[in-house]
């Protein structure tokens, strides 16, 4: 049998200058590449080297044709621009005609991609004439629209006489209708050409369900570098293609006698056909095309917006600006261009997940809007730390959708207090999901010492899902409101405290037969959905162990600030009151009754003693620690390692079975992250995931071991082959949080060299295949796989920054005790720039004996040349000095690391 040729190496992306920009040979000979486009909202854009890619307002409101990842490279559909050059065939310069793809394996003709935040310039020349294009690509800050700059430059020794003519369908309806009556919803298409492009008014928003009225407009208009409009405009696709042609070589183009640009006709495919006035370029000499596309309730006045996004425009500038100081709040050095670079882009992607969720990136073909719970909790992780916008208003209007019940709303819309139940209308409980708000909300409290948001009041969500979404209430209707209400009828809000523990104490009390809590519909792996009966979460059993206990806490800072007693809904004291035990039957029993009694919403409130409180949260979570550090620790030999998960069945899923080892990373992430392992378990469980889970070849820790079976008892993930997504991948983010929980015990060295090993990995193009930033995951053959969209990149600036800078808030105060190893240190003075306190600050760290993490001590500090008090090899900043400083100009903290003193035995 033959054997699949190896790929030939590709040229690699290098960073041309400090803003992160990055140039790429020869993109187009890689599959799967697209570069995300957005700006302040919508459209929710993606291009790739040959111009394909989508451009959504929403799941029902696509321009473009909806695109997986597979479409990008097999589609014809794309924002097409053609060159007619004197003397020569029709060209495309977006490499899409029929001869240019025929010719991929012949000809030396590639496009080259040069991108920054946010914009993507790709340029592809035509030899025989010395023609080239740039076409340049981006959403400008407003949003709105999709812009596309065409730049024509003759580098021939020949004058070149030409003409330009740019193709953009225009799909115009919602992504289900390409699979659902797409003959019948082209029929509700008018479109109309205007003096500077195409406009179509959907008569119909088509639903079986209930039709609409239409109320969208989706267009395409262009102009030249004169501000003068197409020669001709075309709007229907078919008389475009011709009955002979297709798009990749349109009879208009290639033979006007078959095909036509046909002005405006109504029940048909519709394309923007733009077809600018034949000129001549002398060499040396360029022309400048501008195309605006959007969708909007009306399309705006051509003129006006080609004038304000046009190529004479600075719209370009003002994108590069809008990016910058989004990604500058939060900005490592390690005077390594690359490193530094690579590091912009990865501060990118939580931005990305802001705006478009899972949704709308050709990998996430699956979403349809919103973003989801756990994703929106752990994305603000690195809105937090790079102070972007008011994170605390949007965290505290997070908290409405919390049910009374302890379960939530898994989709949150793009508007304020837009939650609904599941992004496919279908009733799930994800375990994991009580467990994501208070890391964030810590991390908050820490950074602003703001302690009393915890006593801020907020509503419950309440929609028709109910008894932790196991019954449905067929009495409730929309109009009663997303809103729960008490007893009496009125709207009951709740402290964002009252939240916090609904959440963790009805996870504790559902618990399965092993003690450990319920794994329901999944937990943070999804592909573990097939346990809903008798499943349980060891690895998330101890995160709400960790969890508790920070929640005492918290109630003893509130506490200390004078808060003796605290109000909550009297039905709390079931959950309180019921005696500390593991009892899984007598634990549900509880939970039942409070669910029961909350059913119609709260009686009333109560108060409870704060020292009560703590108190009762610290046995919890101690009952939960004992039970997974003694009864889930699996002995092989000289290995050990936790038990992750129970089955369906009730068997226990991990450790040795025959010659078989079975072990995952999330139930051994989740330990570490919590503090529950033993130092000694923790050093244990690093040497057994090194044996058994690292793969080279992937950049890491693989999520699991080879179960070598369909697991219908455990979830969908064993279906999938091995290797892949939630079956065994390089899963970024389960790897990038162990590496978190590493740091936490001290485990600097492995934790730094994690990081730097998926770092080298997606550097190198050849093995990756992406643009700079993290993946979702790895496969077997080292391509990254759902770039830009993943929670890995919250968690990479989280680990960074807290865990390896040792840069964090502490009650509000700023705290410095740094861990990176010596590697660290090797191209210079690594440094982080940050807001802390309404104040830019730098905090650069001197490293002269490159001393080792562990061995060192922060020996010195000063700010702005003033001496700043060190005890216990620690810095610690006070947030009034923080304050004090001037807020118009950054800071810098210079830390100098000395060896760490030794206590004389």
Known sequence: MSQTPEPKDAPVWEFVDDRATFRLPEADRTRHLYFPLVGSGQPFASVTPSMAGDHAASHDSFLSVPSSVEALHESRWRRGVWLRIEGHDPWAADGGSARQRAARFTSNEAATVTAGPLWQMVARTHAP???TAELTSLVPPEGGSEVLHVTIRNNGEKPAALDVAVAVPIYGRSADNLRDHRHVTSLLNRARATTHGVVVSPTMIFDERGHRRGDTEYFVFGCDDDGQPPASVGSSLHDFTGERGDLDWPAAIVDPDDGRVTAQRDGDEVLAA???????????????????????GAAPNAAEILDQLGAGSDVLERTRVFWDKQLDTLHFSFDDRTRDGWLRWVGIQPILRRHFGNSFLPYHDYGRGGRGWRDLWQDSLALLLMDNGNVEEQLYGHFAGVRMDGTNAT????????????????????????????????LMLDRTGEISFLLRTQTY????????????????????????????????QGTILEHLLIQHLTAYFNAGHHGCLRLEDADWNDGMDLGAEHGESVAFTALYAGNLADLADLVDWLREEGHESLHFASELAILLRSPVELDAVRRRAVLDEYVAAIADGPSDSTTVDALGLAARLRELSAALTTLVREQEWITDGDYGWFNGYYDNNGGRVEGRFGESVRMTLTGQAFPLMAGLASPEQAQQLYRSARTHLWSPDMAGFRLNTDFEEVRMDLGRAFGFAYGHKENGAMFTHMAVMFAFGLARYGMARESWELLDDLYRHTRDFNRSRMYPGLPEYVDPSGRGRYPWLTGSAAWFLHVMLSALFGVRGERGHLVVAPALPAAAFSDGNPSVTLGFAGRRLKVDLRNPEALEAGSYDISAATLGGQELPVQGGQLRVDRELIMALDDSTAHTITVHLGPRETSAS
């Open 129 to 131: 004439s010395g023609v």
């Open 274 to 296: 733009l077809t600018f006035a034949a000129r001549t370029l002398q060499p040396g000499a360029s022309a400048t095309y501008s195309i605006v596309m959007g969708i909007a």
């Open 411 to 442: 989709i949150i819309g793009q508007e304020p207090g837009e939650f609904l139940a599941d992004r496919n209308e279908i009733a799930r409980v994800w375990m994991d999901h009580g467990a994501w708000p208070l890391l964030t909300v810590r």
């Open 461 to 492: 969500f309440r929609d028709r899902f109910v008894n932790r979404a196991r019954t449905v209430d067929t009495s409730w209707t929309e109009d009663a409101g997303i809103v729960q209400r008490n007893q009496h009828g009125a709207v009951w």
